[in-house]
C-alpha cells in the first residue's frame, strides 16, 4: 500500500504487508503473525517510535541478510509491475539510496 493512518496492521495474524508511503502512530499493536516492511522515508518510524515495541522487532535493512533485502526489493518490483505505482518505480530508480529506509518487523512471537 501507499500509505496507512493511525494503528495499521493492527490485530495482524498472518500475511505479509508493504507500506511504501507515511504511516499514523500505534503501527502493529496486536500483531502476533505475519510480517510488515515500512518505507521510513523521513524518519520518522523508529525516532517517533510509530509502531508497537511491545509486539513488534524493528530490523533495519542494513541489519538484514542478502535474501531478505532481496525479498522487498522483489515485492515492490512486483508491485510497480501490477499497479503501476509511479512511487513505487521511484523507489526502484533510487534504490541504492532508499532501499536502506526499509524496515522490517516481526511480531515478537515470531523473532
Excluded at 500505534?26 to 517510535?49: C, H, I, R
Excluded at 515495541?53 to 525479498?71: H, I, K, R
Amino acid at each position: 500500500v501507499e500509505g496507512v493512518g493511525d494503528h495499521g496492521c493492527e490485530y495482524m495474524t498472518g500475511g505479509l504487508v508493504v507500506i511504501l508511503g507515511d504511516t499514523g502512530i500505534n503501527f502493529g499493536a496486536g500483531m502476533t503473525g505475519g510480517l510488515a516492511w515500512v518505507f521510513d522515508e523521513e524518519d520518522k518510524f523508529l525516532s517517533e517510535q510509530r509502531y508497537h515495541s511491545d509486539f513488534l522487532t524493528a530490523d533495519g535493512y542494513g541489519a538484514l541478510d542478502a535474501d531478505a533485502q532481496a525479498s522487498i526489493r522483489d515485492l515492490i518490483a512486483l508491485h510497480a509491475e501490477k499497479t503501476g505505482s509511479t512511487r513505487a518505480q521511484w523507489l526502484l530508480s533510487e534504490w541504492e539510496t532508499l532501499g536502506e529506509r526499509f524496515i522490517r518487523l516481526t511480531p515478537k512471537a515470531q523473532a
